[in-house]
C-alpha cells in the first residue's frame, strides 16, 4: 500500500518561511517524480515544483527563486523549502508521486499552509 505523509503547514507571516516534507511508502521511491502541488478553493490543483529522482526541477513561474524542492532517496523523502511567502501562496499543498513508466500516480492528503500577519 502506497503511503505519502506529509508533515504539517502551519501559520506564518508573509515574507516567512516553512518547509514541507513528505514521507513516501510502498513504492521504488527513486522510480518517482516526486512533487508538490496547490489547491485554492474553487481553483484547479496546479503544480507548484517537481524533482525527478536524479534531481532535475521544474517550478512554477510564481515560485521561481523562492521555493526549493529537494529530495532525499536514502529516505524516501522529498522536501518543499519555501521562503518569502506571500498571503497568495496559502492553500492546501499535496505531495505527488508520479512514475513515467507505469503512469502510475499517488497524492497525499494535503496539508495546509496560512500565510498571515
Known amino acids: 500500500q502506497v503511503q505519502l505523509v506529509e508533515s504539517e503547514g502551519g501559520l506564518v507571516q508573509p515574507g516567512g518561511s516553512l518547509r514541507l516534507s513528505c514521507a513516501a511508502s510502498?513504492?521504488?521511491?527513486?522510480?518517482?517524480?516526486m512533487g508538490w502541488y496547490r489547491q485554492a478553493p474553487g481553483k484547479q490543483r496546479e503544480l507548484v515544483a517537481d524533482?525527478?529522482?536524479?534531481?532535475?526541477?521544474n517550478y512554477a513561474d510564481s515560485v521561481k527563486g523562492r521555493f526549493t524542492i529537494s529530495r532525499d532517496n536514502t529516505k524516501n523523502t522529498v522536501y518543499l523549502q519555501m521562503n518569502s511567502l506571500k498571503p497568495e501562496d496559502a492553500t492546501v499543498y499535496y505531495c505527488?508521486?508520479?512514475?513515467?513508466?507505469?503512469?502510475?500516480?499517488?497524492w497525499g492528503q494535503g496539508t495546509q499552509v496560512t500565510v498571515s500577519s
Open positions: 510502498g513504492l521504488f521511491f527513486r522510480s518517482y517524480v
Open positions: 505527488n508521486a508520479r512514475n513515467p513508466g507505469s503512469r502510475a500516480n499517488y
Open positions: 524533482i525527478s529522482s536524479g534531481g532535475i526541477t
